[in-house]
């Protein structure tokens, strides 16, 4: 069964970076597309960034687009997201997914397996 956890979530002020990692067991990332997503209390679910298997390309949600990086290590088969300049709109939970259509339909990704999500509190 595939599995991904996340890790890195906390509590940060106005301005601060995170970075989070996803690391998958009983299958290797290196032949799937990535993103990560998140979901606020009270709000719909939100892609946040894709990164496509064909060429590496990348893709972000307009609301992160310049302040989010999603990269890969395969060595480590885990994934990660660099989040800097964090606002509070940025608080929710995110998870790190296998995206199905290779980043073609962003930013409504199309998600065929996720972890249980880290929490990302952005708040002074």
């Known amino acids: 069964q595939v599995q991904l956890k996340e890790s890195g979530g906390g509590l940060v002020q106005p301005g601060e970076s995170l970075r989070l990692s996803c690391e998958a067991s009983?299958?290797?990332?290196?032949?799937?597309?990535i993103a990560w997503f998140r979901q606020a209390p009270g709000k719909e679910r939100e892609g946040v960034a894709c990164?496509?298997?064909?060429?590496?390309?990348?893709y972000y949600a307009d609301s992160v687009e310049g302040r989010f990086t999603i990269s890969r290590r395969n060595e480590k088969n885990a994934m990660f997201l660099e989040m800097t300049s964090l606002i509070p709109e940025d608080t929710a939970v995110y998870h790190c997914?296998?995206?199905?259509?290779?980043?073609?339909?962003?930013?409504?990704?199309?998600?065929?397996?996720w972890g249980q999500g880290t929490q990302v509190t952005v708040s002074s």
């Open positions: 009983r299958f290797t990332l290196d032949s799937n597309a």
């Open positions: 990164r496509a298997v064909r060429d590496g390309s990348t």
């Open positions: 997914a296998i995206e199905s259509g290779d980043c073609i339909a962003g930013p409504t990704w199309e998600y065929t397996q």
